[in-house]
């Protein structure tokens, strides 16, 4: 096979553990009529794991030198686009109907955040994503109230998912080695999601966290504050409480009140 330099720029860190692979490849339980989207196959490391599962696979490729490693695995049941996949069209790509859908992936850092608003605005439900992504991420992913990591991307994704992370992985365990270490993260969908306007909810969220240092009073001067104050002191939280400190569902609980 011909030798392939790793591009720095499209974030290409390859693994090369076996027992790491086979762990994220192990993440999801899958049947016949599930898919699995991979971001990033590269050489196909992971890909000879998830293509061995029951269900389809599709992956996406930005990086057409990969072809030859990646050409042994298509069949009927794996795809394999080369493009963009911040500029992929899932649901035009996905040609049928499938139980569940799960994103596993050893995606490229550089673009962690991009991709997942891509997924979460593709329309696409999906059922969980099991990702490698760079640790300080994972940590920020995971966070819980009143740690520094927890912001709106943290109560964002809670909103959807519930959130894990599975094991940290060594620079030692890819090729070339990053200079930072790594996490598997899982993103579950919960099984119930709260009914809420998505669009302002998620926009009073931003509001809430817009500067990290002032209170919430202070970043949420356009709301109705007395209601706010209730669900605060019901709540047992001070008045001087910052967005940082609030878990979801008291997000979720000021916002019902404001409405
Ligand atoms: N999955 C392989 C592995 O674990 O060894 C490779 C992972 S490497 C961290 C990330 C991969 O994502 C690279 O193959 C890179 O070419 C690809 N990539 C980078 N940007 C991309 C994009 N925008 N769309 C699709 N693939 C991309």
Request: glycine content about 2%; proline content about 4%.
């Amino acid at each position: 096979m011909e030798k392939v330099q790793a591009k720095k720029s499209l974030g290409q860190n390859f693994l090369k553990d076996e027992n790491i692979l086979l762990n994220i490849a192990r993440a999801v339980d899958v049947t016949k009529d599930d898919l699995i989207i991979e971001i990033g196959p590269g050489k196909g490391a992971l890909t000879k794991y998830l293509s061995k599962k029951e269900c389809d696979l599709l992956c996406y490729e930005i990086d057409k030198r990969m072809e030859s490693f990646l050409e042994p695995f298509v069949s009927e049941k794996v795809k394999i686009i080369y493009g963009d996949f911040l500029e992929a069209n899932l649901k035009k790509d996905i040609i049928r109907p499938y139980q569940n859908i799960y994103v596993v992936a050893n995606i490229p850092y550089y673009i962690t955040t991009p991709i997942i608003e891509h997924l979460m605005s593709s329309g696409l439900v999906i059922s969980a994503m099991v990702l490698l992504v760079q640790k300080e991420v994972a940590l920020r992913f995971s966070a819980k109230p009143k740690s520094k990591d927890y912001g709106y991307f943290t109560v964002y994704l809670q909103h959807y998912f519930d959130i894990k992370r599975l094991f940290d992985v060594s620079p030692k365990c890819f090729s070339p080695e990053p200079k930072v270490i790594s996490s598997v993260i899982c993103l579950k969908r919960k099984d119930k999601i709260v009914p809420i306007n998505e669009k302002n909810f998620f926009a009073f969220l931003k509001k809430a966290f817009q500067q990290k240092r002032k209170t919430l009073h202070n970043n949420l001067k356009d709301y109705a504050w007395e209601k706010i104050r209730l669900v605060l002191e019901k709540n047992d939280f001070s008045l001087n409480v910052r967005a940082e400190e609030i878990p979801y569902e008291v997000f979720v609980q000021i916002y019902e009140a404001l409405n």
